[in-house]
């Protein structure tokens, strides 16, 4: 049986304001069994006895790298191809149109980011739905950042491999065109759909190193586990790294409602920025 490394008060508070000050992950004392269930696993590895020690490593400064794994193990990265679908019906029907006709489209240069991307599922869904769509597009110069602060995710995401069962959400004809199976249980992005985007971890709370301007950004299903301030100093970046009119995408429980008053609301959950 599995040894229960038990966390006391103290270590659980040295590990909240870690993660807070890390990454804007707000863990309540709900989450106190979460912690340690998913750093227990980190303990066990490093051949622990306790989270005392545990603590002492993240505070010295050999501890970087635990600091890193630390912040691995704690985010959820729950997601899914064609999660939340209406979003990249609005891509394809809405903004693509839109774009292709407006003067901003005379550029002929199209830019998306996918903010906390996980393992990749959210931007090749909106590589798919871009080469779906191409016709909107003809000539255009085209690419998707997608970033994720966990670097286990950004690695598989990159690599672009997927347990064929993940890919029962996407339609069966993007499958066939975009989709190669490596063997009875995995299939493969193809390379049309991998070369449009480039992957890279990156932390929200950090300086970024693109200048953008982004035409879209999808940031879904991730300010759900910051604070307000957090979320009020991020929606501001977002909205001053799009282009005047651009669009962002959020989660289905996510708001701007008393966040920020730079989007409109321009259809469910998606808005424009407007100032
Ligand atoms: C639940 S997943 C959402 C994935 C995808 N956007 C979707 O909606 O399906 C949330 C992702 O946000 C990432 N994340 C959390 N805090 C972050 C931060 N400070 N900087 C960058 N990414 C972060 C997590 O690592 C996780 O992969």
Redesign the pocket.
Known sequence: MQQEYAIDDRDFRKIVELVMNT???VLSDRKRPFVQSRLGRRLRALGMTDFRQYCRLLEAPAGEAERSNLINAI??????FF?EPHHFSYLANAILPKLATSEAGQSRRLRIWSA???TG??PYTIAMTLREHQSALRDWDVKILA????TN?VAHAAEGIYDSDRLGSVPPSYRERFVTELDEDRSRMNDEIRSLISFAP????QKWPMQGPFDVI?C???VI?FDKPTQRKLFDRYADILKPTGSLFI?HSESLLNVTDRFDLVGRTIYRRVK
């Open positions: 990454a804007g992950i985010t959820t990265n729950h997601t899914s999660r906390g991307c996980s599922e959210e970033t994720d602060l966990d995710v990156l932390n929200l709370l999808f879904r299903n991730v586990y989660g």
